[in-house]
Nanobody, 122 residues
Framework: VQLQASGGGLVQAGGSLSLSCAFS????????VGWFRQAPGKEREFIVA????????YYVDSVKGRFTITRDNAKNTVYLQMNSLKPEDTAVYYC????????????????WGQGTQVTVSS
């Protein structure tokens, strides 16, 4: 299993970006996927996740109402639409997946993408 995040960039506050997480491997539809971010000088934090079917999603309060996670199991891709971006959203964003058939509600995310930089200017 390999994950590759893309779509980061520089945007002004209030703007939008869409991140993608491409999955390589078998049985993508049996993997939950989460997005994490790490800001300079801070620990990596979990922000959003989606179940294997896409039927369940979870957002931390800081991004709720602004970020939307979706997935296309036919394309082996998870998307993160980020709207109303704030300077405090500046971070490297990572997508990750736990073991196959595991819930997104797990501390054990085994597979990680390489990260994509998101910078929000004020």
């Amino acid at each position: 299993v390999q994950l590759q995040a893309s779509g980061g960039g520089l945007v002004q506050a209030g703007g939008s970006l869409s991140l993608s997480c491409a999955f390589s491997g078998r049985f993508f539809s049996r993997y939950a996927v989460g997005w994490f971010r790490q800001a300079p000088g801070k620990e990596r934090e979990f922000i959003v996740a989606i179940s294997w079917s896409g039927g369940s999603t979870y957002y931390v309060d800081s991004v709720k109402g602004r970020f939307t996670i979706t997935r296309d199991n036919a394309k082996n891709t998870v998307y993160l639409q980020m709207n109303s971006l704030k300077p405090e959203d500046t971070a490297v964003y990572y997508c990750a997946a736990p073991e196959m058939d595991s819930s997104w509600y797990t501390a054990d995310y085994k597979y990680w993408g390489q990260g994509t930089q998101v910078t929000v200017s004020s």
